[in-house]
């Protein structure tokens, strides 16, 4: 995904959203994939997990998520 192509699809999204996405493992991937899903925080963060998880949980919040070009679609 090219710089126009990230900037058109941020501008569909909620201006005061969290942008979040994968974390741990090592190097980089392209960004396939923007949406919006509902994560929560965790309370006893570990260091190899991200801050986030996905929840269906209606009190969580919605965040803009770009899914690596490597990563499921699923999220």
């Known amino acids: 995904m090219t710089v126009s192509e990230l900037i058109q699809k941020l501008q569909t999204m909620p201006p005061d959203a969290l942008v ?4 741990y493992e090592d190097g980089y991937d ?4 923007v949406s919006v899903i509902k994560v929560e ?3 006893e963060k570990k260091w ?3 801050k986030y998880v996905s929840t269906e949980n ?14 499921a679609d699923d999220k």
């Open 20 to 23: 979040v996405t994968d974390g």
């Open 48 to 50: 190899y997990i991200g």
């Open 58 to 71: 209606p009190n969580a919040f919605d965040v803009v998520f770009l899914n690596a070009d490597t990563k």
């Open 30 to 33: 392209s960004i396939k994939k």
């Open 41 to 43: 925080e965790i309370a």
